[in-house]
Nanobody, 122 residues
């Protein structure tokens, strides 16, 4: 399996931007579909975005479409989540995920990172 370490979280004001990074090590990064989830206090873990192997396809939850982008650099074993126009409701712990399959049900994810906190103040 691949090991994942997120970085880039922090405290920002609403309307500002953050870029999260997820560094992978272990098995060949390029064979994995990569995704981001988030979990707010008292809520279930929620799918946010995903990018397929080869960057052929990206998917986003409706609430972040037009504000977030996802990209990957296979040469650096890294996936990014660019978050623009942040809102207080984006506040959550953000988790990087790697999946050999293209399904993004949380129970089917192969590897998780430890999470990074994003807090958006109003």
């Amino acid at each position: 399996q691949v090991q994942l370490v997120e970085s880039g979280g922090g405290l920002v004001q609403a309307g500002n931007s953050l870029r999260l990074s997820c560094q992978a090590s272990g098995r060949a990064f390029a064979v994995y579909h990569m995704g981001w989830f988030r979990q707010a206090p008292g809520k279930e873990r929620e799918f946010v975005a995903a990018i397929s192997r080869g960057s052929v396809r990206t998917d986003f939850v409706v609430s972040v479409k037009g504000r977030f982008t996802i990209s990957r650099d296979d040469a650096k074993n890294t996936v990014y989540l660019q978050m623009n126009s942040l809102k207080p409701e984006d506040t959550a712990v953000y988790y990087c995920a790697a999946n050999f399959r293209s399904s993004w049900s949380p129970s089917l994810v192969d590897s998780w990172g430890q999470g990074t906190q994003v807090t958006v103040s109003s």
